[in-house]
């Protein structure tokens, strides 16, 4: 299994950037996809953007696509989430997630979760 671990969160203003960055270890040796989650409060969760195993592949929830750009590096074992001109709408728990897959984008079936960071965007 692969376990994976947030940082990068905090408070930011409107417009600001953040990059997320997701650290995996464990059984990382194996075709894993990512994806990045939010859950705003009182809100279900949702996927905001997901990436194929050797990052050839990627997908945006559609109303951010321009603002948002996922990444990883397998030599690092680590999976980035740029998020630029933040509104207040963003602001929500994120979470990354994991699952041993060669899907060209993976939308659900996530087996493996981090504990979440926060990310405040004041307005």
């Known amino acids: 299994q692969v376990q994976l671990r947030e940082s990068g969160g905090g408070l930011v203003q409107t417009g600001d950037s953040l990059t997320l960055s997701c650290a995996a270890s464990?059984?990382?040796?194996?075709?894993?996809?990512m994806g990045w989650f939010r859950q705003a409060p009182g809100k279900e969760r949702e996927l905001v953007a997901a990436i194929r195993w050797n990052g050839q592949n990627t997908w945006y929830k559609e109303s951010l696509q321009g603002r948002f750009t996922i990444s990883r590096d397998n030599t690092k074992n680590r999976a980035y989430l740029q998020m630029n001109n933040l509104q207040p709408e963003d602001t929500a728990v994120y979470y990354c997630?994991?699952?041993?897959?060669?899907?060209?984008?993976?939308?659900?079936?996530?087996?493996?979760w981090g504990q979440g960071t926060q990310v405040t965007v004041s307005s």
């Open positions: 997630a994991a699952q041993y897959s060669d899907l060209v984008v993976a939308h659900r079936g996530y087996e493996y």
């Open positions: 464990g059984r990382t040796s194996s075709r894993y996809a």
